[in-house]
């Protein structure tokens, strides 16, 4: 039998979300929980692998077994076993096809930027920070640049596994709320570091260190090296994964748990 499962995590404290040796993870933990239920190993596969201190609203995971539990007992049972910054919101059964990363049409990340000279302390890690203005007009036109299938290696990060730099955004948006900007982000799949790295360069863009034309140029390089540094993890959500109506999966936009507007708590 498999079952589908969605959560969400403040990733804070975990070394993202991939299982590593002596490290504090995502995946370890839901593993860890899913498996005392179950009585037996459980392994489970994510719709999109996230970076130490990045978070979710709407990650999808699936996993195998032979154990039936009534679908509230898998999320009741897992969210009295691990750690109180996870979360699981719903649980299904689902078709032995379908697969948590394989099935996913989408995914969309959201960063969240504190621009103020003043640095965050309530959200400090929930939030990303840059001290000087920014404009969001040229970040906007930088940022439609980057729309359609393109080759993303500018923006990989040199440890990405990904067997090709080929992705395609769907969506990319730049908005002010206050001293707040929101940067969304849809895409088909998204490289190690993508987001950030893009997030990274389009700062710079809005500070004014270069033109909106440097996307274009940075993309066409396909060199890492002459983009911005990787932006910090601290702002960026995975806040939804888009699958086929076939599999039946719960809309993240009809979770009311799910909807994260850290901009109200800011300006």
């Not at 489970?44 to 009534?70: K, L, S």
């Not at 500018?154 to 206050?178: D, L, N, Y």
């Not at 990274?200 to 890492?224: C, F, H, P």
Request: proline share 4%.
């Amino acid at each position: 039998m498999r079952l589908a499962l969605g959560i969400e995590y403040d990733g804070s404290s975990f070394s993202g979300w991939q299982i590593q040796p002596d490290a504090f993870t995502i995946q370890g933990e839901v593993e860890r929980g899913l498996s005392q239920i179950a009585a037996e190993p459980i392994r489970v596969f994510c719709a999109g692998r996230t970076d130490a201190g990045v978070h979710a609203t709407y990650q999808i995971v699936h996993f195998d077994t032979e154990v039936v539990r009534p679908s509230g007992a898998w999320v009741r049972g897992l969210n009295a076993l691990v750690s109180e910054n996870i979360s699981a919101l719903w649980a299904t059964e689902v078709a032995p096809d379908f697969h948590a990363r394989y099935s996913a049409l989408r995914r969309t990340y959201r960063y969240f930027l504190l621009n103020r000279e003043q640095r965050p302390a309530l959200l400090a890690k929930k939030i990303g920070w840059y001290h000087r203005k920014l404009d969001v007009r040229p970040m906007s036109l930088a940022a439609a640049t980057l729309i359609g299938q393109h080759d993303f290696s500018a923006f990989r990060s040199s440890e990405c596994q990904a067997k090709s730099p080929i992705r395609t955004v769907e969506a990319i948006s730049v908005r002010a709320f206050g001293d707040v900007i929101i940067f969304d982000i849809t895409a088909n799949a998204f490289l190690h570091h993508m987001v950030r790295n893009i997030v990274g360069t389009l700062v710079y863009i809005g500070a004014g260190k270069q033109s909106v034309d440097w996307m274009r140029e940075i993309l066409k390089s396909r060199d890492r090296s002459i983009a911005a540094p990787t932006f910090s993890p601290n702002g960026l959500y995975l806040i939804s994964v888009n699958y086929d109506p076939q599999w039946k999966l719960p809309d993240a936009r009809m979770l009311s748990g799910c909807a994260v507007d850290i901009a109200s708590f800011v300006v």
